[in-house]
């Protein structure tokens, strides 16, 4: 069963999340456009808000989690590439209270760091000992398929106050940089950054390794089939034509299973009810998002594949686990819409 429910209209909708305050959760979703809105809904009553101080091209939203109503952006990352202006902002929310949401919620905004084609970042550490790992799609660029000058991924140590004291290079030379995944293993956290020339591991002392050398869009790890080990389900190659499942072995890492997509550009896998579950959106093609259950056949991996809904083209999703169900909330960027999907397969 898969129950979708629409929570907003939002223009060219492109980043979303969820964020506690007050005991209650809400989803924030921006749009890219140049004074693009952010709406954020109460995901129980579905009473929404607009947030205003930002500048629009918000490529990512990422949750302050000891500070109430806190969160950093990144903005003025326009389309299509137009992004030499683009920086990272700390949002700072008035507080709700209980009469429900406002129509509108003045966030007070502050620069963070002005980082030219900024596109993903990354809340490490522990409060007080923030870091914020942040990679950017290229250099500079003369014109919108010029990728002559790739990017780097950077480390910036941040006071209790969100206020940079120190930045370093972690990487240079990552070409089309998509996606950004924060990864807990074997007690360590790592944030794996993709791009052209493969996915590099960074650790919590900001040491980057080469992960693997496949060119990868966006990812997510997740141990598929139940062996101990996590496979690495990703979109390949940028903004690409199929999602791919990959395992590490003796020889390397090799394709398990492929499905084709159109313009890839967002992916999730975890667990539901129990059995294992992978989410692909398309901004291409027929614009669908769609969900995977793993079958295996002679100890060959393949998919039942689920059409969730089509001509959407979401940009981007945050999923949640829940007792029977995964819940997904995407920015289905296709129709200006942000809308919330359960699934029970």
């Known amino acids: 069963m898969i129950v979708k429910e629409r929570l907003a209209y939002l223009s060219m909708c492109y980043s979303i999340t969820l964020m506690e305050m007050d005991g209650r959760e809400y989803c924030i979703s921006a ?9 954020m809904v109460d995901t129980e009553t579905k009473e929404a808000s607009e947030i205003t101080g930002l ?3 918000v490529m990512a939203i990422i949750p302050v989690p000891e500070e109430k109503g806190a969160f950093l952006a990144i903005q003025k ?5 137009d992004s030499a202006a683009a920086e990272v902002v700390y949002c700072k929310l008035p507080e709700v209270g209980d009469g429900g949401l406002p129509e ?16 993903r970042i990354a809340l490490t550490g522990e409060p007080g000992k923030r870091k914020m790992v942040a990679a950017t799609l290229c250099r500079d ?14 480390e910036y140590t941040l006071d209790g106050e969100m206020q940079v004291e120190k ?16 990864y807990e293993k074997k007690g360590g956290s790592y944030t794996l950054v993709s791009g052209e020339g493969g996915v590099w591991a960074i650790d919590g002392k900001g040491r980057a390794q080469k992960f693997c050398d496949e060119s990868i869009s966006d990812l997510c790890m997740y141990d598929i089939d139940g062996d101990g080990m996590d496979e690495m389900v990703c979109i390949a190659p940028f903004h690409g034509d199929s999602m791919k499942v990959y395992k590490k072995t003796g020889d390397g890492w090799v394709c398990m299973a492929e499905e084709a997509i159109a313009f890839g550009h967002a992916v999730w896998c975890g667990a539901c009810s129990g059995a294992p579950l992978a989410i692909s959106c398309s901004r291409g093609g027929g614009k669908c998002s769609r969900a995977y259950r793993p079958l295996w056949k002679g100890g ?4 039942e594949t689920v059409d969730v809904d089509e001509g959407v083209g979401a940009s981007n999703i945050h999923v949640k686990e829940e007792e029977g169900a995964v819940v997904f909330y995407a920015a289905n960027h296709g129709i200006g819409e942000v809308a919330r999907y359960t699934i029970e397969l």
């Open 167 to 182: 930045v370093e290079t972690l990487l240079e030379g990552i070409t089309k940089n998509h996606g950004m995944y924060t």
């Open 31 to 39: 749009s890219e456009e140049r004074d693009g809105k952010i709406v």
């Open 141 to 154: 660029k003369k014109f919108v398929e010029d990728w002559s000058q790739p990017g780097s991924v950077y």
């Open 300 to 303: 060959r991996l393949s998919f």
């Open 55 to 57: 500048a629009g091209g």
């Open 104 to 119: 509108t919620l003045d966030a007070k905004v502050r620069l963070v760091a002005q980082i030219p084609f900024v596109h």
């Open 77 to 81: 990352f326009y389309p299509v590439f």
